[in-house]
T-cell receptor, first 112, second 116 residues
Framework: DARVTQTPRHKVTEMGQEVTMRCQPILGHNTVFWYRQTMMQGLELLAYFRNRAPLDDSGMPKDRFSAEMPDATLATLKIQPSEPRDSAVYFC??????????FGPGTRLTVL | AQSVSQHNHHVILSEAASLELGCNYSYGGTVNLFWYVQYPGQHLQLLLKYFSGDPLVKGIKGFEAEFIKSKFSFNLRKPSVQWSDTAEYFCAVNDLRTGTASKLTFGTGTRLQVTL
């Protein structure tokens, strides 16, 4: 069945390094969301796109985070430079015409 | 801004006990409502959703939820929980007022632990 895929599933990096996370939405879905989940803050919406155009990135720290959707089958979230406080699980979700979001397996990021 | 409250942060039940998890939201206009479940180490999966019609919604795995507009509530229920229901449960609301229909606001989650 159709699923959202994310790579990598786990990433351990050192502070200051660039991190790139990738998401492949479900084929035909036109809306892609990036969330961050931590114990302290819970689920936070970082950014989302519709038809590849950014609609809202107000939840994203602008100085170090960037989100793009180079084509309909790929969304990326970059952190440069990474910091220990960025350690979290990053989820991508996609949605079509029904307002239901389908989540990917997440990328567990650890910044040392 | 829309907010979603889940008052039960951690619930411990014995197998076969009945479950009710509370969810309240702040906006009284037209909303879509969702419950998602996250099993340990896994991603969020949709349990059920309410868009319109019958306020009693049935989802997967025997879960149901009731939308009570006058109380701004969308409580999740299951008559008899199983050990495999141990997970974290998230309520989410789509605030159609924003004009961006897909943006969801999530509650902080309720951790359910079912003991044998």
């Amino acid at each position: 069945d159709a699923r959202v895929t994310q790579t990598p599933r786990h990433k351990v990096t050192e502070m200051g390094q660039e991190v790139t996370m990738r998401c492949q939405p479900i084929l035909g879905h036109n809306t892609v969301f990036w969330y961050r989940q931590t114990m302290m803050q819970g689920l936070e919406l970082l950014a989302y796109f519709r038809n590849r155009a950014p609609l809202d990135d107000s939840g994203m720290p602008k100085d170090r985070f960037s989100a793009e959707m180079p084509d309909a089958t790929l969304a990326t979230l970059k952190i440069q430079p990474s910091e220990p406080r960025d350690s979290a699980v990053y989820f991508c979700a996609s949605g079509g015409s029904t307002d239901t979001q389908y989540f990917g397996p997440g990328t567990r990021l650890t910044v040392l | 801004a829309q907010s979603v409250s889940q008052h039960n942060h951690h619930v411990i039940l014995s197998e076969a006990a009945s479950l009710e998890l509370g969810c309240n939201y702040s906006y009284g206009g037209t909303v879509n409502l969702f419950w998602y479940v996250q099993y340990p180490g896994q991603h969020l999966q949709l349990l059920l959703k309410y868009f319109s019609g019958d306020p009693l919604v049935k989802g997967i795995k025997g879960f149901e939820a009731e939308f009570i507009k006058s109380k701004f509530s969308f409580n999740l229920r299951k008559p008899s929980v199983q050990w495999s229901d141990t997970a974290e449960y998230f309520c989410a609301v789509n605030d159609l007022r924003t004009g961006t229909a897909s943006k969801l606001t999530f509650g902080t989650g309720t951790r359910l632990q079912v003991t044998l």
